[in-house]
């Protein structure tokens, strides 16, 4: 890894008995998309505002370009934030609204104009200097509040759920918008959301927290298809969970049948968790699947058929398929070992890097 930009050592938060961040470490390198990304109260704003400043951390240490930046006040942190309500002035017109920062640190008029230009520009709102605020779109003012924190020229910008205020198509436009001004500006983006398919759209790295804790990082691709326990593969996306037991590296048992796989590295007949996707499961006839389920729904979208399933254990089965099925019917379900997702029970980042660790040891 590069010499990381930003770095959290062991940082906890609380307020009185209530902890907030429970041990959180991350390296952020320079010119990524990173997402921060959990359910309301999991901790990732407080992240956030420990990074700007707004926050102290209750203990551990806050790194930023390899100094030690605990006791620096926000206005000194080489960082802007864009909040959800984008907390623009509507007294202010676009123009001033971005200048705002530059005419506090007393920047001389030419290069204010100069670098307010180009901010719009940077965000697609060239000729609108002279607009008043209440006349912009929902769209427009995040653009504004955009333009406005970049103009300070930032290491990092940060953006806490500021989608979240769009209806869904302009949502999903500023999500390829944000993408390429992050490729194009070349700074990192450090983004908050609830949203996992905003996530999984945008980022380089996501870190998925919940209870104060990371429970997962990586790459998109990696959150999605390698889940390291319930609460991510519930989190990210449809899932299929079922209780297992993995009899051996690359065997594991579900509901009494064994069916090879890719994971190992956990004990003979330990009890685990299996993740399928729902596009992983194929509709096949009852004597070719290798899985019986009898269906209970199906609903048309248009790409496909969302159908929900009962095995003989009762255990739910969630398939997405393009091909149509009968209500109440049976049907086999296929699937290859690289689809069966092993997980351990309650088992952690942490806890995951160690066993692989030793894993790799002992072989």
Same mark, same amino acid.
């Given at each position: 890894?590069?010499?990381?930009?930003? %770095?959290?050592?062991?940082?906890?938060? /609380?307020?009185?008995?209530?902890?907030?961040?429970?041990?959180?470490?991350?390296?952020?390198? *320079?010119?990524?998309?990173? !997402?921060?990304?959990?359910?309301?109260? *999991?901790?990732? #704003?407080?992240?956030?505002?420990?990074? /700007?400043?707004?926050? $102290?951390?209750?203990?551990?240490?806050?790194?930023?370009?390899?100094?030690?930046?605990?006791?620096?006040?926000?206005?000194?942190?080489?960082?802007?934030?864009?909040?959800?309500?984008?907390?623009?002035?509507?007294?202010?017109?676009?123009?001033?609204?971005? /200048?705002?920062?530059?005419?506090? +640190? +007393?920047?001389?008029?030419?290069?204010?104009?100069?670098?307010?230009?180009?901010?719009?520009?940077?965000?697609?709102?060239?000729?609108?200097?002279?607009?008043?605020?209440?006349?912009?779109?929902?769209?427009?003012?995040?653009?504004?509040?955009?333009?406005? /924190?970049?103009?300070?020229?930032?290491?990092?910008? =940060?953006?806490?759920?500021?989608?979240?205020?769009?209806?869904?198509?302009?949502?999903?436009?500023?999500? #390829?918008?944000?993408?390429?001004?992050?490729?194009?500006?070349?700074? !990192?983006?450090?983004?908050?959301?609830?949203? &996992?398919?905003?996530?999984?759209? =945008?980022?380089?790295?996501?870190?998925?927290?919940?209870?104060?804790?990371?429970?997962?990082?990586?790459?998109?691709?990696?959150?999605?298809?390698?889940?390291?326990?319930?609460?991510?593969?519930?989190?990210?996306?449809?899932?299929?969970?079922?209780?297992?037991? =993995? +009899?051996?590296?690359?065997?594991?048992?579900?509901?009494?049948?064994?069916?090879?796989?890719?994971?190992?590295? =956990?004990?003979?007949?330990?009890?685990?968790?299996?993740?399928?996707?729902?596009?992983?499961?194929?509709?096949?006839?009852?004597?070719?699947?290798?899985?019986?389920? !009898?269906?209970? !729904? &199906?609903?048309?979208?248009?790409?496909?058929?969302?159908? #929900?399933?009962?095995?003989?254990?009762?255990?739910?089965?969630?398939?997405?398929?393009? @091909?149509?099925? #009968?209500?109440?019917?049976?049907?086999?379900?296929?699937?290859?070992?690289?689809?069966? @997702?092993?997980?351990?029970? @309650?088992?952690?980042?942490?806890?995951?890097?160690?066993?692989? %660790?030793?894993? $790799?040891?002992?072989?």
């Amino acid at each position: 890894m590069a010499h990381p930009l930003i %770095e959290f050592r062991h940082i906890k938060k /609380a307020y009185g008995d209530n902890v907030v961040l429970k041990d959180i470490n991350f390296q952020l390198e *320079s010119g990524k998309f990173y !997402t921060l990304l959990g359910p309301s109260g *999991s901790g990732k #704003t407080t992240i956030l505002r420990i990074i /700007a400043g707004f926050n $102290e951390a209750t203990s551990g240490d806050v790194i930023f370009d390899g100094q030690r930046i605990n006791d620096v006040p926000a206005n000194r942190r080489q960082v802007n934030t864009v909040f959800q309500d984008y907390a623009l002035f509507p007294h202010l017109n676009v123009f001033e609204n971005v /200048a705002f920062g530059l005419r506090l +640190k +007393k920047v001389g008029t030419q290069e204010i104009n100069e670098r307010v230009e180009r901010a719009l520009r940077l965000v697609h709102l060239q000729g609108y200097q002279e607009r008043e605020i209440t006349e912009m779109s929902g769209g427009q003012q995040q653009r504004v509040a955009i333009a406005r /924190a970049i103009v300070n020229r930032p290491k990092v910008l =940060m953006l806490d759920e500021a989608l979240s205020a769009l209806d869904y198509k302009l949502r999903k436009e500023m999500q #390829t918008e944000l993408r390429a001004l992050q490729r194009r500006l070349g700074i !990192t983006f450090i983004f908050v959301t609830h949203d &996992q398919s905003e996530a999984l759209a =945008m980022s380089d790295q996501i870190f998925v927290i919940n209870d104060g804790l990371i429970q997962q990082s990586g790459s998109p691709v990696d959150i999605y298809d390698e889940p390291l326990n319930h609460f991510v593969a519930d989190f990210i996306g449809e899932s299929n969970i079922v209780p297992a037991i =993995m +009899k051996r590296d690359y065997l594991v048992n579900i509901g009494g049948l064994d069916f090879e796989c890719v994971d190992a590295g =956990m004990r003979p007949n330990e009890k685990v968790e299996v993740v399928l996707r729902p596009e992983d499961l194929d509709i096949t006839s009852p004597e070719k699947g290798k899985l019986l389920v !009898t269906v209970d !729904t &199906q609903l048309f979208r248009g790409v496909d058929y969302q159908i #929900t399933a009962h095995d003989a254990d009762r255990h739910e089965w969630k398939i997405n398929s393009i @091909h149509k099925t #009968t209500v109440g019917s049976q049907v086999g379900l296929s699937f290859d070992p690289e689809d069966i @997702h092993v997980m351990r029970l @309650h088992e952690s980042e942490q806890d995951f890097d160690n066993r692989l %660790e030793s894993y $790799e040891d002992e072989k």
